[in-house]
């Protein structure tokens, strides 16, 4: 009597730890899509507000020329500037070192999604130093 009920009782066990391991395994696989969606999310996200608020002037994308000609590419500008420094810039609403460029008073996940964007086409070569 006691073997079996021991027997069944080890089966239990096995069957919540099967169970246990599956959903662990779900567990996992989410958290990995979620991690690796985020960033074309954020990208998608600070490209709209790069259009919204810098297209004015800078050109976007992999574009060279944009309206104002003193505005250099925004895919140039992180050869220039450390993105840590932009981004702190940018949630401080310093004006970013020029002229007639408004000052930006992004939140922290608006500084991040704009600088994951910069990153997301900055130019393979510093082109000033071609
Ligand atoms: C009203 C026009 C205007 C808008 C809008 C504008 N900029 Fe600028 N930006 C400029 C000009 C002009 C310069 C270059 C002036 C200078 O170097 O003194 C510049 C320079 C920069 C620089 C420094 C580049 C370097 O190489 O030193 C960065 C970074 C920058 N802009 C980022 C942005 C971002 C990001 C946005 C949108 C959130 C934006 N700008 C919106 C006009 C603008």
């Known amino acids: 009597m006691g073997s079996i009920f021991h ?3 080890t089966r239990l066990a096995a069957r919540v730890l099967l169970l246990l391991v599956v959903l662990f395994a779900v567990a996992l696989l989410l958290a990995a899509s979620c991690a690796s ?3 074309a ?3 998608a996200v600070g490209r709209d507000i790069a259009i919204a608020r810098c297209s004015s002037c800078h050109a976007i994308d992999a574009e060279v020329s944009g309206p104002n000609p ?3 590419p925004l895919k140039t500008v992180l050869w220039r500037y450390n993105e840590e420094r932009l981004a702190d810039d940018f ?3 310093v004006r970013v070192g020029h002229g007639d460029m408004p000052v930006f008073d992004f939140n922290p996940a608006g500084t991040d999604a704009l600088i994951a964007y910069l990153k997301s086409i900055k130019s393979a070569r510093d082109p ?3």
Request: hydrophobic share 40%; charged share 30%; aromatic share 0%.
């Open 7 to 9: 027997i069944r009782l």
């Open 70 to 72: 003193e505005a250099p």
């Open 37 to 39: 969606s985020q960033p």
């Open 41 to 43: 999310t954020q990208v």
């Open 128 to 130: 000033e130093a071609e």
């Open 91 to 93: 949630i401080e609403a």
